[in-house]
């Protein structure tokens, strides 16, 4: 028991570390990304439309992220297993693969089937070399996909990835919402006794709070879709490497709802646009972020209201291992919550008449 403790707290001590350490990276090369943005002519031109920034922003955030999170998981995990992990090296080659792909979509604007491909070739890779979803436990009774582990596993991760691209929309919306679900990551792994988990976590959720401060409204650079498709791809490795075989009540509900905010934004416009007869991939003004600004938010003030509810999935992912009643309870919350947002026009003008006002500056134009 004593051996167990000791390894836990050297586990705790690196996770933190790294948290620390990949948010110090993030920060310091976050303003030397957007630099070679600069030079290399990178950026986000406004288009009047779908796009709200009123000045031409620069990418190459993901880079930032990328560096942050690769020499801390590297380290740390070196660090408490004294190797790198097979996972570790599986994560660290796929989302240098994609955050390339990535780049090369922020600079030429590819196609994007040819992104979509990419994310498959990867996910693929992950399971062939890292391992899938071979088991995973529902209500109690354990499942095994056996034939099926390979074609689930690639489609989660794909999902996950495009389920953080989409969402990223406004300044510090994908950050911040990512951030608070690495971390809930990193707690279900810190409660599963997973290391290997809690580091990966650890590293990618302090790179994006060391990116997070130049993201924020208005922003002086975006992720980009190098930094968005390394995030989603990321988490949904650790998810895939650690929640799904846990042999226990919550091995497939906890990600469920960590996920479940991007993941419904994201199986919602893709229904949207199949049932027009449209390219799934097509974009459109339906996200939520969207809704939340035709309903009178301004862009800080819908980032602020999809934080709430983002960090209450993620709150509720936690309670689930430990009160089920309370987290399911805080899950129709949130889903009551998230439906007064997207269709009660007059939802923001009652909050300021009760006294509870959201304000982050003034009504801007632009995020």
């Given at each position: 028991m004593n051996n167990y403790n000791t390894v836990f707290q050297t586990a705790l001590f690196f996770a933190f570390a790294a948290i620390l350490f990949s948010f110090l990276l993030a920060f310091i090369m976050t303003p030397l990304a957007r630099k070679l943005a600069l030079r290399f002519g990178c950026l986000d031109i406004p288009d009047g439309k779908r796009k709200i920034h009123s000045e031409p922003v620069p990418y190459f955030g993901g880079l930032a992220i990328l560096v942050g999170f690769a020499v801390s998981a590297w380290l740390f995990s070196f660090l408490t297993t004294g190797g790198v992990p097979r996972e570790i090296t599986?994560?660290?080659?796929?989302?240098?693969?994609?955050?390339?792909?990535?780049?090369?979509?922020?600079?030429?604007?590819?196609?994007?089937?040819?992104?979509?491909?990419?994310?498959?070739?990867?996910?693929?890779?992950?399971?062939?070399?890292?391992g899938g979803i071979e088991y995973t436990t529902v209500w109690g009774i354990s499942l095994d996909l056996g034939a099926f582990s390979f074609p689930v596993t690639?489609?989660?991760?794909?999902?996950?990835?495009?389920?953080?691209?989409?969402?990223?929309?406004?300044?510090?919306?994908?950050?911040?919402?990512?951030?608070?679900?690495?971390?809930?990551?990193?707690?279900?792994?810190?409660?599963?006794?997973?290391?290997?988990?809690?580091?990966?976590?650890?590293?990618?959720?302090?790179?994006?709070l060391g990116f997070l401060p130049y993201n924020i409204n208005r922003a002086t650079i975006f992720m980009g879709d190098a930094g968005s498709m390394l995030i989603g791809y990321v988490m949904a490795c650790i998810s895939v490497f650690g929640l799904f075989k846990a042999q226990a009540l919550f091995s497939i509900v906890v990600p469920a709802l960590i996920f479940a905010l991007p993941v419904m934004d994201t199986v919602l416009a893709f229904a949207r646009r199949i049932a027009k007869g449209q390219n799934p991939f097509r974009a459109d003004k339906q996200h939520l972020h969207h809704k939340l600004i035709a309903n009178g938010f301004s862009p800080s003030q819908s980032v602020l209201a999809i934080y709430v509810a983002a960090a209450v999935f993620c709150i509720a992912s936690v309670l689930y291992m430990y009160h089920?009643?309370?987290?399911?309870?805080?899950?129709?919350?949130?889903?009551?919550?998230?439906?007064?947002?997207?269709?009660?026009?007059?939802?923001?003008?009652?909050?300021?008449?009760?006294?509870?006002?959201?304000?982050?500056?003034?009504?801007?134009?632009?995020?």
């Open positions: 599986v994560m660290l080659f796929g989302a240098a693969v994609l955050c390339l792909v990535g780049l090369w979509d922020d600079l030429c604007d590819i196609r994007p089937k040819y992104k979509f491909l990419a994310q498959i070739a990867v996910a693929a890779f992950t399971v062939y070399f890292g690639v489609f989660w991760i794909v999902l996950i990835i495009n389920a953080v691209n989409l969402i990223d929309g406004l300044d510090g919306l994908a950050s911040g919402v990512c951030a608070m679900e690495s971390f809930a990551l990193f707690a279900t792994a810190l409660v599963m006794g997973n290391p290997v988990c809690a580091i990966a976590s650890a590293a990618i959720c302090g790179a994006m089920q009643v309370v987290s399911v309870s805080l899950c129709v919350l949130d889903f009551a919550y998230l439906e007064a947002l997207k269709n009660d026009r007059a939802f923001l003008r009652r909050i300021k008449d009760n006294g509870a006002e959201i304000y982050l500056g003034t009504n801007e134009t632009g995020a």
